[in-house]
C-alpha cells in the first residue's frame, strides 16, 4: 500500500526556514517524479516544487522560485523541501506526491504537514 508521510512543518516567523520531508513507501520511487504542493485555506492546492525521477531536474513556481529548494534521496525513498525567507502567504498545509499528466497524481494525498508564518 502506497503510503506518504509529510513531517517537518510548524510556526515560524517570517523571514525563517524550514525543512519539509515526505517519506515514501509502497511503490518504486527512483522512478517517479515527485513534487510537493501546498493548499491555503480556501484556496486551490497548487504544485510547488517538482524533480524528476533521476535528480537531474528540478522546476518551481514563481511564487517559491529562489526561496525553496526540492531534493531528493533515493536510498531513503524521502522528498525534501527546504523553504528560506518564509512569507506569511507561504502558510498552507503541505503535500507531497507523484506528478501525473493534466495536473493529477498518482497517489492517494497524505495528510500533510501544517505550515504557518505568523509574526
Known amino acids: 500500500q502506497v503510503q506518504l508521510v509529510e513531517s517537518g512543518g510548524g510556526l515560524v516567523q517570517p523571514g525563517g526556514s524550514l525543512r519539509l520531508s515526505c517519506a515514501a513507501s509502497?511503490?518504486?520511487?527512483?522512478?517517479?517524479?515527485m513534487s510537493w504542493y501546498r493548499q491555503a485555506t480556501g484556496k486551490e492546492r497548487e504544485e510547488v516544487a517538482a524533480i524528476t525521477a533521476a535528480g537531474d531536474t528540478t522546476n518551481y513556481s514563481d511564487s517559491v522560485k529562489g526561496r525553496f529548494t526540492i531534493s531528493r534521496d533515493d536510498a531513503e525513498n524521502t522528498v525534501y523541501l527546504q523553504m528560506n525567507s518564509l512569507k506569511v502567504e507561504d502558510t498552507a498545509v503541505y503535500y507531497c506526491?507523484?506528478?501525473?499528466?493534466?495536473?493529477?497524481?498518482?497517489?492517494?494525498w497524505g495528510q500533510g504537514t501544517q505550515v504557518t508564518v505568523s509574526s
Open positions: 509502497g511503490f518504486t520511487f527512483h522512478t517517479y517524479s
Open positions: 506526491n507523484a506528478p501525473f499528466i493534466g495536473g493529477r497524481v498518482y497517489f492517494q
